[in-house]
């Protein structure tokens, strides 16, 4: 009983291809996020959704576009792929306001090369 | 906004010795703290967490400290076993919306 997934776990393409990573989750949270995590480990913020509208947007190329169809699912759109984007990109959910434990997705390998 | 620190960067302890991690945060508007435990390959799992209304917590070996008004907040290992081997990452958030975390400890627990 998974309570945030994503998909896919490994995803290897060229450069200047476009892909989708997506993600879901059953606990019912109100707020969900996309980070990314390099070679060295750091874990940065990309986006913030609460109740599908965005509310964080960090410094992140415009190749990269979230799209959130309802408050349990929130994509990650990346276009025209770079060496650069290879990382380990990682779906949260948290209850703000409430709860605020976040539970991360188990992680998508982008491979660019 | 708000930065997180954490030190150290590495640590090696020999298993049964305790392990603590440091973090300061920047933002007094940040009200929870969470510790996250990553292990290889794996997805960062909640361990530990602390609100900003109560001082320290305790979770059988593990134990988070708070202290506002230095705007520190640690992580206690007590008993370090092989299993304890992971990277540690501490964070901040205002209200479970914006977290920001530190940049991880790797502790190694000798046997």
């Known amino acids: 009983d998974t309570a945030v997934s994503q998909t896919p776990k490994y995803l290897v393409t060229q450069m200047g291809n476009d892909k989708s990573i997506k993600c879901e989750q059953n606990?019912?949270?109100?707020?969900m996020y996309w980070y990314k995590q390099d070679s060295k480990k750091f874990l940065k913020i990309m986006f913030s959704?609460?109740?599908?509208?965005?509310?964080i947007n960090e410094t992140v190329p415009n190749r990269f576009s979230p799209k959130s169809p309802d408050k349990a699912h929130l994509n990650l759109h990346i276009n025209s792929l770079e060496l650069g984007d290879s990382a380990v990109y990682f779906c949260?959910?948290?209850?703000?306001?409430?709860?605020?434990?976040?539970?991360f997705g188990p992680g998508t390998r982008l491979t660019v090369t | 906004g708000e930065n997180v620190e954490q030190h150290p960067s590495t640590l090696s302890v020999q298993e049964g010795d305790s392990a603590v991690i440091k973090c300061t945060y920047s933002?007094?508007?940040?009200?929870?703290f969470p510790w996250y435990k990553q292990e290889l390959g794996k997805r960062p799992q909640l361990i530990i967490d602390?609100?900003?209304?109560?001082g320290e917590k305790k979770d059988q070996r593990i134990a988070v400290t708070l202290n506002k008004t230095a705007k520190h907040f640690s992580l206690h290992i007590t008993e370090t076993q092989p299993e304890d081997s992971a990277v540690y990452f501490c964070?901040?958030?205002?209200?479970?919306?914006?977290?920001?975390f530190g940049p991880g400890t790797r502790l190694s627990v000798l046997p």
């Open positions: 949260a959910s948290s209850q703000a306001g409430v709860a605020y434990e976040q539970y």
């Open positions: 606990l019912g949270h109100d707020t």
């Open positions: 959704y609460n109740n599908k509208e965005l509310i």
């Open positions: 933002d007094s508007a940040s009200n929870y």
């Open positions: 602390i609100r900003s209304n109560v």
């Open positions: 964070a901040a958030s205002n209200y479970g919306q914006n977290f920001v």
